[in-house]
């Protein structure tokens, strides 16, 4: 059992950074694969960016390639993203996920963080 708590949101104006961190609970971390995903208003939650157990290997939506970044310290159980020249449309609530698998995905996560907010002001 993985329990995830996300924190950092808030607002910012288009342009700024932000970083998110996502702490888990579970003395194993390191074996669990951790992604972010995002949902807007009125849309679908989307995939946003992914990091191995060892955080050597990354994956990102093309939406935030290049403007994102993601990192893990697992001896602190802490993942982070690093979003920088924010656009409006990053606008959403933010959700990390777990799942236990050495495998890169985008897909079938089964633990999530109850989410934090990010406003991107024009």
């Known amino acids: 059992q993985v329990q995830l708590v996300e924190s950092g949101g808030g607002l910012v104006q288009a342009g700024g950074s932000l970083r998110l961190s996502c702490a888990a609970s579970?003395?194993?971390?390191?074996?669990?694969?951790v992604g972010w995903f995002r949902q807007a208003p009125g849309k679908e939650r989307e995939f946003v960016a992914a990091?191995?157990?060892?955080?050597?290997?990354?994956l990102f939506a093309d939406s935030v390639k290049g403007r994102f970044t993601i990192s893990r310290d697992n001896a602190k159980n802490t993942v982070y993203l690093q979003m920088n020249t924010l656009k409006r449309e990053d606008t959403a609530v933010y959700y990390c996920?777990?799942?236990?698998?050495?495998?890169?995905?985008?897909?079938?996560?089964?633990?999530w963080g109850q989410g934090t907010q990010v406003t991107v002001s024009s």
């Open positions: 990091i191995s157990g060892s955080g050597i290997r990354t």
């Open positions: 579970g003395r194993t971390f390191s074996n669990y694969l």
């Open positions: 996920a777990a799942r236990f698998t050495a495998v890169l995905s985008q897909n079938r996560y089964d633990y």
